[in-house]
């Protein structure tokens, strides 16, 4: 039915890594993703050393807060698209989730 190779789980890997990446950490395109975290309950506070912190006020913004903890639902999800064979979604997650990765490690190197 469906062919284990390692090629589909480093695909799968990289598609799980794009999406929890964007959801957690990107603000998108007009600030759609912050204001969209903003309406599941995350805020954003200043602290005393007038650095700002997003924290969770809902079970879902503490789940978006915690990127181990959206890979675990993100993952279940990617799976499920690739045993509903979907695996050119997965493939294309995978591509944008290595050139961001890619991206990544050149700002960091910058």
Do not use: K, N
Request: proline share 2%; net charge neutral; with cysteine.
């Amino acid at each position: 039915m469906h062919g284990y190779s390692l090629d589909i789980w480093v695909e799968m890997v990289l598609a799980v890594f794009r999406v929890v990446y964007f959801l957690r950490y990107e603000d998108g395109p007009g600030e759609v993703m912050r204001r969209l975290r903003g309406m599941l309950g995350v805020r954003e506070v200043l602290d005393d050393s007038q650095q700002v912190y997003e924290v969770g006020t809902t079970f879902i913004s503490r789940l978006l807060l915690c990127p181990l903890c959206l890979s675990v639902w993100v993952s279940a999800v990617v799976f499920g698209v690739w045993w509903a064979g979907g695996e050119m979604v997965i493939r294309l997650l995978a591509v944008m989730g290595g050139v961001a990765l890619l991206f990544l490690g050149i700002e960091r190197w910058r």
